[in-house]
């Protein structure tokens, strides 16, 4: 068998394949689809011809015009494929079946055009409202066609990015509608649209509807297989089609039916296109039809279809919009809705869209019914679609032809373009239900009321509703019926108009005849009740003519956005909005505004800024936007204290507001456009125009006398917005600035408030009513600066003098350090500490003048130093001039040439600089002194300038005090020949008013707290600087003084003697217990000496030693020693020859022996205590101890007389204690420690375990004092008593200056 | 298992030692005196190996080049000398006595009596830089007491009452050192133990 060709794609199939395994459609005719849909009147073409239209509008897809275009073009319209023969199709049983009791129930008198639609006869008498539809013209056919595979197209490029098990969400539309049914079979799988009593899944939905009834295939295709009743005239362009696939049943009456509820019917399905029938749609037909058989059949006559004669119009939804097309009956399906359809009235405006949206929610009863067939394959016995007056000569579809003339493609085609957007002539596919047109797809124009309809969207009626194929075709039956203009109510809801201005509202129509309302899906005119749905257009266009509409949901009509200008997007979902058209707001400040209009840079100004003159030729009127605010004439306006007339030097003066330079034409009324032009410079050297560089004049130069009102800052010190180029009104945050500046302006706020960037205290000039005069406060004259000079500015202009204000401006009267109760030379004295040289200053230290007493701090006087800068070695940067020449000005310590006046300003409050710095002296009057270096004129630094100020140099502003020079001092240094110089003097008297951005104190507590901080900043630099060298050199000093002085006492009372020191009476008693054991030692009695101690503590030990040893040698005793130290023996050694030397009767060899070193620490004790002969084999000289005289008759530790521990450990002798005395059994032990060991051992001997104790150098002396021979010990006691009684002094000495110390601080901190 | 055995090792000695101290068992007490012969002869030897471990680094930092590097020389030569003394005329000859008490013995009483100089300092300086309830009672016990022995309350040691408060007084830091005393013992008391029940183990890794 040969293979089966898709009619819808092309693609070969199996031959036993029912659906195509490419785009889903049935790969054969329904059965009972045998007859092609003809144009009413017309014959059915041959199969043949039913295919060319497929044809033609593949090749139209495929060349990609359907989508880009934005529609069908105006291309012939596909032929209407021919039907597949029914025995080529193997159709399963169950439609076998179902067309056999089709055939069964066929009307006898149904044409042979309308054997095609066979089918949905049946439907229809299962349902009874069904009518067999006329055939369909050709043309319409293929115009239908040409519209759903446009869709399918659209749809297939939607769902290109899916995956495979993805697929666009069904579209909204109306429950109970065609799109409805047609979207859920989208989201059903295609097993289960195969499934009889799929259908009862659409019952859900409809049940929710209300009195929507059952889902009738009538209802839905009933202007197809309507029969005729009204003769719609079908325009003569379109080419008769074969009738769509509609229930020709009438539609019943929905009545209230709330358009929530009512699903989208009218949406057409974009995945059905003429003669192609998505999956859903191939299967679907067929399991409808088993519910169509199980109602009672409607024996109904088959529509007949005429040429340019629609069927019947469902009855329309609006109650109140009168229609001219009569209503079919309601025994008989009809295509009154249709009808109604068409006698919508115009489409509604923006306004009254939403109950027209809502009115058309609510699709009519018929289409809630619709069945959703295949396309049909020709275009043949289309019903005859009675479309009043829209679409003439467009024949009706009827119903009952439209099974015998159309394939279930095709009829499914046509039903889901019923509401497709016009096409062009060329493609004339039955129509299908409109769905809402995809984003990329271009935008149909349906009807207004079509349009207005909620869920409509009249992108699936792309280039075919409104066409003049359409026309042609006659396709009335297959769209809602456009109501005529004169059938319009009085007051419908307005369909919202189209967005793009550039097309047309005209609605597409698929008949000529036909208009669908652009505002209003076709559901909604379908005669829903709801009395906000408007009529369809009155006028019908031809398709040709009609552009295609857009969706009225996404995009309002133009009449809602009148006054907006448009721009065309190629997002029909997109409204744009034309910047152009937008007016500027008038909240744009005109400082804004101003910088549309073109600056004119005149070189010869030294500001970058124009001046007010040029600016106040710009007219403010050209701009049409409001004048600046006036200000407040009262209280100097911040606009105009910035102002800067830089064509006249050194004029600070507040300009007056000037009007906004308006901006070009063509941005004048985009204001974000005109911010942005206006701020961005128009080339690197406007960069730089806002700013201005310091000028200095030059020294011999006078500067001019300028009023206080011409003065003016420079540009750069501006504020913003009020520049001169910034005129008219400032913005809200500007204008409160203003008006804090202008508070501290006024007098009073002037001695309170310190003064901020923008401020001066002392510039206060409460007459004019201009306001805070800045350019007063400007010290710097600007100077020719090559750098700007070659940019074609003058910079001579930029600064100016700072004017005498004396009159004018009452010096600030500033509190001083004495009204405040302080005296600061009480924390200064003057002289140096004794025994301290001063110590160097460094010379700009020096330099500074000498804060006198009780004298009140003025302003501080520019002395002309070096001049660093020359007036032509001016840095060319504008960003450095300012500081640079303000260094130099003040180096050269030329005064300003306005030095004798009071300025009210300097910056950084150069009235406190040192004299270095501020160049208020005139010639010759620095303190470094280089007369052959002219001093430079000093000018006088904006407030701002001022403020930022260091605070270091608030402590030069009170050591130097000068008065100003008089105005007329020549400028000394290299800026001679520059003019406004800085000047020294500054114009603000420098006091303790540290340039700062928060006001001054005002209360008591305040003053004080500024007066002390003020104290504390001006003492430290001048105090800090040599403290830390100096403090350590005097310590040392000290130090070395006390010790020195310490070592010489101590010598001279060595040479001179202690004797006159009292040696210490009282005894302890363990110094006597001791002394009474050794003294009642039997002679020649056995006693072991243990030397613990170390050399250190040799010298206090010693003397103890050496008085025990005496007693021991006077009683002939034999002595052993012995020592857990390394050094014990030869200390052992030390000690004996000392004995000897003593007592040279003593005979050491007989009566002594040296054990040696014992290791091994209380281990080694222990085994001592335990066999001291073992332990202890040898002596120190190496030769066997325990032979010799000393040890003789000794072979433990209890046979010796007494044990001796000599050691200033109390761990050691605490070993002796512990690990010796107890196998001593009543052998006294006695111990010989140093005085911080004595207390640590006096338990022992409270105990009893220690017999005696003897205790440090007082020890010593005690016992030698109680042996009646003092020795070493009493000696060294006498020495000792001498050094606690230094150690005492010292300490009472860093008592004393401690507390000294602390007594100087607390006054410095009290006060 | 090295640290077992030397826990057991240490704890076996340690018990013996302890229980032959308390036990006059004869074989306690031979082995007693065992136990100690061998740890003196070990104390020894671990002195000697502290002098060679120190010569070594000595040694070491008088070869490498630093700021320390005189120093370990000194000490370095000074062991050497010392050494060679010794060995040559013995430890008990007279001159190698002369070595080392001339030599050491003014060494280090000189630091000791840098000592003394140097907490006076402290004790100025401590006094003049912190103010405090505690530094102004050290301060004033400093001078009561160095008031106390020293010739200034001579006069009344010979007034009955005066004498014995002044006695009293002098026996005022004999309390404070007896309680040290007793902390100390107790704490060789805990350490002992510790180290026979095998809590403490210095000798282990």
Redesign the interface.
Known sequence: MPETICQICGTPNPPDAVICSTCHSRLGPPPGRTQSLDTPGEQPSTEKENLEWLERVRELNAQDQLSKSGGFSASVPPSIPTPIPEAEVENPDWLHNTRDLAAAQKPPNQTPAGEDLSWLNDLRASTGSLTPPPAIPTNAAEVLAAAAFAKHQEEMEDTEHLGETQQLAPRSSIPGSASDWLDKLGALGENEQLKPGFEDSFGSPLAEIGTVVNYDIDRATGSLGKPEETVVPVPASLEPVPPPIEPAATPPVVENIPPAQVPEATAPRPEQVPGQSAAPAAGLDLAFLDSMLAETPVAEAPFEHEAGVLPSQPTPINENVPSEVPSAPPSEPSLSWLQELQNLPEPQSAQTLEPSIEAAASPPSEILEFIPTTPPVVAEGMPKMDFSGEQPGVPPLPAAELSSQFTSEELDARLLNQFAPSIPEEIKAPPTPSVPPAPSAPPPQPSQELKSMPGFSSTGLTGFLGSDALAEMGMEGILPPERTPASTPASPPPAPPPIAPAREAAPPTIIPSLEIPAAQPPMAQAGFPDGSIQPPAAAPKPPAAQPIMEDPLFHPPASSLEGIQLSEEPYAGVQSVDLGSLQPSEETPDWLKQYASEFKVDENQASLFPSQEELSKVPASDSGIPPASPQPPAAPSQTEKYTADVSAPLDFTVPEPQPVVPAAAEIQNQDWLNTVINETPASPADLFKDVEEPRFAAPEEELPAQPAQDSKPPAWVMEPGQHSGFTGPLPDWLQELEGDQEVRSSPEGQEEIIPDLFVSPSSATPAAPEPEPIEERIGIEAAVVPGLSDLGIQTENLFQSPEPQGEALPPRKEPSLEDLGIHPEEFFPSKEPPGETPLPQPDWLSSLPAMQDGAEPAPVQPEPGPSQFKKDETPSAAASVLGVKAISQASNGAPPQNAGKSSPAVPFGMESLPDWISAEHGDGESSDGSPDQPALAQAEMPGWLEALKPVGMAKAALSTSQPATPSGTPVTGSLKTTTGSLGGKPSAPATSQVASPAPGPKTENQKQYAAMMEQVLTRGPAQAAPAPGKKKRSRKVLWIVIAGLAVILLLILAAVGLGFLPLPQLFSTETVTFYNTIETLPPDAPVLIALEYSPAFSAELQPVSEAVMEQLALKHARVSFISTQPAGPILAEQLLQEIHNVNPSYDLAANTANLGYLAGGSTALQGFSLNPASVTQTGWDGQPAWNKNALAGINNLSQFAAILVISENADISRDWIEQVQPKLGGVPLLIATSAQTGPLLQPYTASGQVDGLVAGISGAAAYENILGKPAQGSALWQLYLAAQILAVLVILLGLVLRISRDRKKLPSGEG | MRSPVAAAIAIAAGVIVLAGYFLPLPLL?VV??QF??W???L??VA?LVGIINLTVGHFRKAAKPGPSRMFSIVVVTSLLITLVFGVVY???D?RF?HV??NI??P???T??GMI??SL??T???F???R?SWSNSVF?IS??FF??A????L?FG??IPVL?EI??GIQKI??A???G???G?ALGSLVTGLRILTGIDRPYSG
């Open positions: 007490q007693r005196l100690l012969d740890a003196m002869l104390a020894a002195a013995g430890a008990s007279s006595a080392v008490t050491q013995i060494i280090e009483t630091l000791l003394s100089i006076a300092y004790v100025f300086l006094v003049r830089r103010k301060i400093v001078v160095l008031l022995n020293s010739w200034f001579v040691q010979s004498s002044i006695s830091p004999l404070g050192s007896r040290i005393m007793i100390i």
